[in-house]
């Protein structure tokens, strides 16, 4: 009786050692391409979907681990709701701020139901948004007041956001 209770605690513990090993790293490259977008590695790193010309032709996608670090998220998994929420595709190779521009999309990502409850897309788009020189929460404001204008100060590479440009960007997860 001892004895197997012995080898039940030892196969035990090397089942979680295993377990830990294998769980224990989230890595982009193994993901399925159908849930890297919008993912983040254990090394905080953004997964995205990549797309190359196969040996016979035909285009493959792979997902692929970027060099955006994401600061206070990691081993994480965009859920199906907030992807739909946002407007955002999943199956969008790299990562881009043209879809900024779309003042649907931009509709979607300053909604209540993405912006306040999809702290990855969110941050991801703010980084995106200030990269253009556009600050998101007041893009966000003046796409609720007046989307048009939001719209036009967006595609002007943010000259008339100019004077919050420099300010602070506090993280969108605090909002």
Known sequence: MASTLKYSMIIFFASALFLQGTLG???????????CGFAIATSGKRCLLENSAGEDGKVEYQCKT???????????IETDECVDACGCDRNSVGI????????QFTFKLC???CYQKCA???DLYFNLAAGEGVYLPDLCNKQRTNPHRAMIELSSNGAALEDVADAPAPSPVSF
């Open 96 to 103: 881009s701020s043209d879809a900024l521009l779309d003042s």
């Open 111 to 113: 909604s209540p139901a």
């Open 25 to 35: 790293n989230f890595i982009c490259e193994d993901l399925p391409t159908n849930v």
């Open 66 to 76: 970027s060099e955006v670090i994401v600061g206070n998220m990691k081993e994480h």
């Open 120 to 122: 990855n897309i969110v």
